[in-house]
């Protein structure tokens, strides 16, 4: 593979990347020199204490290696607030956000319900990373409502909201060669290999189980040497979270509603014959690049959402699929551009930034496009504007 020319990281960063590597390599040796992918991914982003997502180092904003939606503006947290003040009539007036990263978004989404008076109960936060719970538990130390869960509970009715959640969970690799679809998998290098002296990670395929394929839409016309992804793991996320929200209305007799906003296709874009190389991409020090095995722990990994995939994991949960449209088209018509015209623009340094920042937001050059919303729950209607972009046709 191409050596990488990136920032170097300090080294008490480098120790625990390599303390990682050799984490890695101990599992390798104890499944017959080959694991899965997905669990490369979940060792690298999630390890305890020297995943990328469990350790110390500053993921997100302009200290980070990538930004979100929440870091760029307050906008975006007051416009999801606004939209669960029409939800949390149909609905129990609670929030659940999976992956709160800073907690930003919580504490704008907070802020705006004090702001409008919108009654809010509990807002909860399921959150995997001890870093980022302490960064969370700090920035929302004045939110008496905010509580923390390490699990998805059982039942739940209420608003749920996962913002660049799914493209972090852990993904497998298959490829189409001349024998048939083959997975792709992790493997140590042949001692000696290329002048090593060092053990080093690389890819080693494996006979592909079909079931794996059942995603990939029209699998066997995808020419050779395809590669892509399958989301066993993100999928298996889709029916739990359909079964928390079933089981909240059953107790409750309210329903509930789940916002998903994430980069990703519908399944028939996403399994695109020239779209040969997947989806997987890393982000290290705001540069992205796509070898996985360059400083596992301190590089975020990430793959594009099959939105289809999602949608049916849903549907086949027993809940109802309610809107899938752009970034765009669900800010605009939850009323993002109102809440900037409440700054005056004769206040120019605190006007220009959150319009700019909304720009970005709604671009169909910048996140716009790129970043779709599926919307699925159980007993809930969504405003009509809401629907008149709706894309689910595209699913």
Sequence with gaps: MQKLSLPLPAPDALAASQALQHLVIDEIHQHQGWIPFSRYMELALYAPDLGYYSGGATKLGKDGDF????????????????LAATIFTQTSAQVMEFGAGTGKLARDFLTECQFSGITIERYFIVELSGELRARQEDLLQDFPQVTWLQEMPTAFSGLVIGNEVLD????????????????????????GADGETEPRLLYRERACDPARLAQIPEAEELPQAYMTEVHAVATGFMHSLARML????????????????????????????????????????????????????????????????????????????LSYTSQAAFLLESGIANLLARQSPEQVMAYLPQANALQKLVSPAEMGELFKVLVVGNGVDLPDGLLRHDRCHRL
């Design 67 to 82: 930004t979100t939606a929440p870091e760029m503006s307050p906008l975006f947290g007051a416009t999801l607030a606004n």
């Design 168 to 191: 972090a969970m852990p993904v497998d690799l298959v490829m189409k060669t001349e024998q048939g679809w083959r997975e792709l998998g992790v493997a140590l290098a042949d001692a």
């Design 246 to 321: 079933k089981a909240g209305q059953t107790e409750s007799g309210r329903g509930s509603a789940a916002i998903l906003i994430d980069y990703g296709f519908p399944a028939n874009e996403y399994y695109h014959p020239q779209r040969n190389e997947g989806t997987l991409m890393c982000h290290y020090r705001h540069h992205s690049h796509p070898d996985p095995f360059y400083l596992p722990g301190l590089q975020d990994i990430t793959a594009h959402v099959d939105f289809t995939a999602m949608a049916k994991a849903a549907l086949a949960g027993g809940l109802d699929l």
